[in-house]
């Protein structure tokens, strides 16, 4: 199956499809992550790689569409995004959002934000939550894709 390593042209991985809005060497896939769909068919991914993206991009629930449209069911999405109490969080100009704890529950049912928003941000994009922790400045979140 595909990785796709979002955002890569700082960390490319020989073993993924590496992602980036800009050409580089070792960039297989040159895309702006706010252009949909992305171009990859449905349930072309095993795993999805964001890290220090989602904070750059101009739609979140795009975004988080098509990351849940290219998964396979019960594929993975990994994310690292600043923890909003991080100087870091702030520090970049180019940051649109800052993430807490709660930020992907929008996508997984049965929490709070999931439960206050219904289908308005998730749009059927459901996850369960695997993994969300603090590590250092940044957050990291694994989501797997529900049935």
């Not at 993924?16 to 297989?28: L, S, T, Y």
């Not at 629930?61 to 600043?82: I, T």
């Not at 997984?108 to 999931?114: C, E, R």
Request: glycine letters at 6%; aromatic letters at 10%.
């Amino acid at each position: 199956m595909v990785i796709l390593e979002l955002g890569a042209v700082r960390k490319l991985h020989s073993d993924r499809i590496n992602v980036d809005i800009v050409p580089g060497p070792g960039v297989d896939v040159v895309h702006d992550l706010d252009d949909h769909p992305w171009p990859w068919p449905d349930g072309a991914a095993s795993e999805v790689y964001a890290t220090h993206i989602f904070e750059h991009v101009r739609d979140p629930l795009g975004f988080m569409e098509d990351a849940h449209r290219v998964l396979e069911v019960g594929g993975m999405l990994h994310l690292e995004v600043p923890h909003f109490e991080s100087p870091n969080a702030f520090t970049d100009p180019t940051h649109l959002r800052f993430c807490t704890p709660d930020t992907f529950r929008y996508w997984v049912p049965d929490t709070w934000l999931s439960d206050i928003t219904g289908d308005l941000y998730h749009r059927g994009c459901l996850f369960d939550e695997i993994r969300n922790e603090q590590i250092g400045h940044d957050l990291h979140v694994k989501l797997r894709k529900r049935p």
